[in-house]
């Protein structure tokens, strides 16, 4: 069998519309499925809040945080940072966990809805969300429209630089037989999020910049286990995909936990802009 990676870009048409948020791979009332998305928060939470920090937010600010997730980022906005208002946006907010009352304010809502209009903001956080769409580049210009003169825009996606050079074939094989059967349930691509920064400087957007995390995956690393439970969720996807051979999945959840785990993790690439002031 060939063993180079699945090249997401040749993969087949839009998925059905009624697979477009994945909910029929990640339902959100599966058990585990908020804890799958807290570990994925831990393993990126510190890096997006040192770039927010570094951006100033803080007291007076008004901040969007589009696909809130569990609310990690929401809730340290408004809790840590110390904005004035914070408004979690997510097509189901059921994890944000947010305080009743306070600076936070949560809204279920779906961002690729034309007629949606949530306001101007200081800050306009989106991470791991326009990977998803099809119609990325239309919602990163809403969402661009949605920041105040002067206010940042700070979007984020996974960047995968480093699977195809793993020694270790069943992993290797299992990453790019996810990416395979995510690109065709779902649409999700992440080839081009490299491209974020001139999409931001295309915008209007000023003072643009842009960094990659690529963590390394160890036994007791959040990362880790978002990956172990992120390919148990696909299991059904990933055992009948064509891309991989009978057992090679268990294979690379073993490999996942053994002590000899040496690799990086495919990784987020962050990109910010500045609106201009008039």
């Known amino acids: 069998m060939d063993e180079s990676p699945v090249d997401p870009t040749v993969l087949g048409g839009p998925p059905p519309d009624g697979g477009r948020y994945g909910t029929d791979l990640f339902a959100p009332d599966q058990t585990g499925e908020g804890e799958r998305i807290d570990y994925g928060a831990l393993a990126y939470d510190t890096a997006t809040r ?35 208002e914070v408004l979690a946006l997510d097509r189901d907010p059921r994890f944000v966990h947010a305080p009743p009352v306070g600076r936070l304010r949560v809204m279920a809502a779906d961002v690729t809805d034309p007629n949606l209009a949530p306001g101007r903001f200081d800050l306009v956080h989106c991470r791991f969300v326009l990977m998803h769409l099809r119609e990325h580049a239309d919602v990163l210009a809403r969402l661009a429209d949605w920041v105040a003169p002067g206010g940042w825009l700070v979007v984020g996606d996974a960047v995968d630089l480093t699977t195809a050079d793993s020694p270790h074939d069943a992993y290797r094989r299992t990453m790019a037989a996810m990416w395979q059967v995510l690109r065709e349930r779902i649409g999700t691509d992440i080839t081009w999020v490299t491209r974020y920064p001139q999409c931001l400087h295309d915008l209007g957007l000023l003072e643009v910049g842009a960094e990659v ?6 036994v007791d690393a959040p990362i880790t286990a978002f990956w172990k439970n992120t390919w148990h969720s696909l299991r059904d996807a990933l055992e009948t995909s064509t891309a991989l051979e009978r057992g090679e999945l ?18 987020m690439i962050t990109a910010w802009g500045r609106r201009p002031r008039p």
């Open 50 to 84: 040192a770039r927010l920090t570094a951006l100033g937010v803080g007291p007076g600010w008004r901040c969007l945080d589009v696909g809130a997730g569990t609310g990690t980022i929401s809730r340290w906005l408004a809790d840590e940072a110390g904005a004035d």
């Open 250 to 267: 268990d294979n690379a959840l073993d490999y996942l936990s053994s002590p000899t785990l040496a690799d990086l993790s495919p990784g």
């Open 213 to 218: 995390l690529l963590p390394p995956l160890t």
